[in-house]
């Protein structure tokens, strides 16, 4: 009574079936026993086959003499993409055969696999949608509800619901008397799964429920921290629309996870610019914190900036957040000891007088002024650190402090005027030749001085000032001898110094970086950019 469309299905030939559907032939015709084509191919595990026979619209729901439908082959034969297949196409999940052995049973949907999950779990998880009343039937099969755990850490159905976004569900296992307040091996609740969602829908009936103590028994909201880690991540999210509910909650604005961060730093951290700027324009008490700091120092001024919010660092400082200065002060106050230093030996005041934070080093030199004069492992002083990265803010502070010594030198030799040369910062050459006391004449440990470098130099402002001060005879020497020299010496000239510079390579922390004879290596950076200022530390 098979038809030959049916014996194709049977032996996996999707050639053959195809033939006969371009010559007409009715696909979903059963055989003697009820079962399709379709069913067959299910039964057998003919993915390609499946997909084409639903193609063509063949009955994803048609019942064999038994009860059974496509779905529950695939389930019975524990294919389970296959399954998933099904019910993505409108296979019903409500089936029960003439046994009344349903789909949950059928497929031993409870045990779990290597990794700990059941089919259920990723029946559900792989489907678009959950059909709740499917899912209804299927739980009348299990009278206890603990017994429905989808995996090892205590995932239950509500939780997945939760995730999905699916009220419906969760209405259902409500009215069912389900707990939906428990709690996964790793912490989720369902409040905190349903805030991660890219819907809304199922956070805001959980938070509703929570609003009513007899809405449910276990209460829903045992205590406030879930619904402040829902906060958090609706923080970085972005999820705005959420805030109003769960501060009518009476979330704590200012609630720190595990590491000490707040929503509002989180979001900064997540750049939810429209969320920070949110919570920062909040009227409501308690207002949020701005100055609160994680376990690592840092606060939500820090990752706004860091992450370029131009728009909440306006909001934080017009809000009184304290800056590194003012916390800075704080430790001084507090006594804490401003000559630790890292693994380089760098004090905090190396460090501020590096990164060019004028205020800072004013802070630190007037609570001890030996500070200015400290060395760090490479032998440079802070005002040495500042001339190297062209800092002149910063000098003119050590100076006043009397912490600037024009011709100090670090373990190199290198002096203070040569490190400014470098830096190209005029303003501080000038300052240092101004003392009258530089020596430009001086060399380092590597034979290179201030004549050396200001022939490498190709700034105009810098020129000027250089001859300003007496040494246009050094240099037209040397431009002259450059001029002298043939293509073939600079072109051998330039190897040179570019295999020199790659032998040297580069320091990349807070410390003296190599110094280089390769001005033709500079030469060509400098031609292909428009100013010094778009060269990085590296380059």
Request: contains cysteine; negative net charge; proline residues 2%.
């Amino acid at each position: 009574s098979r038809t030959l469309a049916l014996v194709a299905a049977l032996n996996g030939k999707l050639n053959v079936i195809k033939v006969l559907y371009d010559n007409g032939a009715n696909l979903d015709i059963p055989d003697e026993d009820g079962d399709t084509p379709l069913f067959c191919a299910a039964q057998n595990g003919f993915s390609e086959i499946i997909r084409f026979l639903v193609s063509k619209n063949c009955d994803v729901n048609h019942r064999n003499k038994t009860g059974r439908t496509p779905i529950s082959a695939a389930i019975g034969s524990r294919n389970f993409e296959i399954a998933r297949y099904f019910y993505d196409h409108g296979a019903r999940l409500t089936v029960v055969d003439m046994e009344k052995i349903s789909l949950l049973l059928l497929a031993d949907f409870l045990l779990k696999d290597e990794n700990g999950n059941s089919s259920l779990y990723y029946f559900l998880d792989g489907s678009e949608s959950l059909d709740h009343s499917a899912i209804s039937e299927l739980l009348l099969d299990v009278d206890e509800q603990n017994l429905i755990d989808l995996n090892s850490q205590g995932f239950g159905l509500c939780h997945m619901a939760a995730k999905k976004d699916s009220v419906k569900l969760l209405r259902e296992l409500r009215d069912r008397g389900w707990d939906l307040s428990k709690t996964t091996a790793s912490g989720e609740t369902c409040i905190t799964l349903a805030a991660k969602t890219s819907g809304s829908k199922a956070l805001k009936f959980l938070l509703e429920l929570s609003r009513n103590k007899d809405a449910m028994e276990p209460e829903l909201s045992k205590s406030k921290q879930e619904q402040e880690k829902a906060f958090r991540i609706c923080a970085e999210l972005g999820k705005i629309e959420l805030t109003d509910e769960l501060f009518s909650r009476g979330v704590n604005v200012n609630a720190t996870d595990e590491e000490g961060n707040t929503a509002l730093m989180i979001a900064c951290q997540h750049k939810q610019n429209d969320f920070a700027l949110s919570l920062l324009s909040r009227e409501s008490i308690p207002r949020v914190d701005v100055d609160v700091k994680n376990q690592n120092g840092f606060s939500a001024l820090h990752f706004a900036s860091k992450n370029q919010l131009t728009d909440c660092v306006e909001k934080l400082l017009s809000l009184g957040a304290k800056t590194d200065s003012e916390m800075l002060q704080f430790l001084i106050d507090k006594e804490i000891p401003a000559n630790g230093r890292d693994e380089k030996g760098n004090t905090a005041c190396m460090i501020a007088s590096y990164q060019g934070h004028q205020k800072s080093v004013k802070l630190l030199l007037e609570h001890d002024r030996s500070l200015g004069k400290e060395r760090n492992a490479d032998g440079s002083t802070p005002a040495l650190l500042a001339a190297m990265k062209g800092k002149h803010e910063v000098l003119q502070v050590l100076a006043e402090n009397d912490c600037l010594e024009a011709n100090d030198v670090d373990n190199d030799g290198s002096t203070i005027l040569m490190m400014a040369i470098q830096s190209g910062s005029v303003p501080t050459v000038r300052m240092l030749l101004e003392t009258g006391d530089c020596n430009t004449t001086a060399v380092n440990n590597n034979g290179i001085g201030v004549q050396t470098l200001a022939t490498q130099c190709r700034d105009e402002a810098m020129l000027e000032l250089l001859r300003q001060f007496g040494i246009e005879g050094q240099l037209a020497e040397a431009e002259a001898t450059e001029a002298q020299q043939t293509p073939e010496e600079q072109e051998s000239e330039e190897d040179t110094d570019q295999q020199q510079e790659e032998l040297e390579g580069l320091d990349c922390g807070v410390g003296k970086p190599k110094r280089h004879k390769a001005r033709f290596a500079v030469d060509r950076i400098l031609k292909d950019t428009t100013t010094n200022d778009q060269l990085t530390d590296e380059e």
